[in-house]
């Protein structure tokens, strides 16, 4: 049995990989939540799941309609990336 060095692996290859071994030492948010890859392709991934009673959102109702985000249209313009570094002061800053 060959132990296979997963920092040698590509991102595709590392992913095939769990596709086809299905670790069970390796502690991962697709085992806890019983995902598993269907496909595999370049560019393609189709990971599916079997839904569960705890996967379920109780407060959807209350949630349905969220509340419009706050304003940040004055300072939109200081932080994009052709800002100069010292142009704007963000408002929490102590400078």
Same mark, same amino acid.
């Not at 991102?11 to 990989?17: E, K």
């Not at 069970?24 to 009673?53: A, C, K, N, Q, Y």
């Not at 570094?85 to 102590?94: C, K, M």
């Given at each position: ?8 692996? #590509? ?24 995902? +598993? ?13 079997? =839904? ?18 706050? #304003? =940040? +249209? ?14 704007? =002061? ?6």
């Amino acid at each position: 049995m060959t132990t296979t060095d997963l920092t040698t692996l #590509s991102g595709l290859d590392l992913i095939r990989w769990v596709q086809s071994e299905r670790p069970t030492d390796v502690p991962t948010i697709g085992r806890l939540l019983g995902m +598993r890859f269907d496909e595999v392709d370049p560019g393609r991934v189709v990971v599916s799941l079997d =839904t569960r009673p705890d996967f379920a959102n109780p407060s959807a109702p209350s949630t349905a309609v969220s509340p419009p985000p706050c #304003s =940040t +249209r004055p300072w939109a313009a200081p932080f994009t990336p052709l800002s100069r570094p010292g142009w704007a =002061t963000p408002p929490w800053s102590s400078r």
